[in-house]
């Protein structure tokens, strides 16, 4: 079994908390992820946001969705 030096784990670390934080707010041009639709029966423009919000949270950017999920909820009511 070999050793792993704690350069190498601080360097993995930081990679893998890089990737994380980026899948979140790395990419600002949200059109090369797809469409979705899912019908509401709210305004059109909440019904706008909570596509957008789900296409975050089929892309895994769960903190982008959940804010875009919040602004739902303000437009919806």
Same mark, same amino acid.
């Given at each position: 079994? &070999?050793?792993?030096?704690?350069?190498?784990?601080?360097? !993995?670390?930081?990679?893998?908390?890089?990737?994380?934080? @980026?899948?979140? !707010?790395?990419?600002? #041009? %949200?059109?090369?992820?797809?469409?979705?639709? !899912?019908?509401? &029966?709210?305004?059109?423009?909440?019904?706008?946001? !909570? %596509? @957008?919000?789900?296409?975050?949270?089929?892309?895994?950017?769960?903190?982008?969705?959940?804010?875009?999920? #919040? %602004?739902?909820?303000?437009?919806?009511?």
């Amino acid at each position: 079994m &070999s050793k792993i030096s704690n350069t190498a784990v601080v360097a !993995f670390a930081g990679a893998a908390l890089m990737s994380l934080a @980026q899948s979140a !707010f790395g990419q600002v #041009d %949200d059109s090369k992820l797809g469409k979705v639709h !899912f019908e509401t &029966s709210c305004k059109p423009e909440a019904q706008k946001l !909570f %596509d @957008q919000a789900m296409l975050y949270q089929h892309s895994f950017w769960y903190r982008a969705s959940q804010k875009v999920f #919040d %602004d739902v909820l303000k437009a919806c009511c």
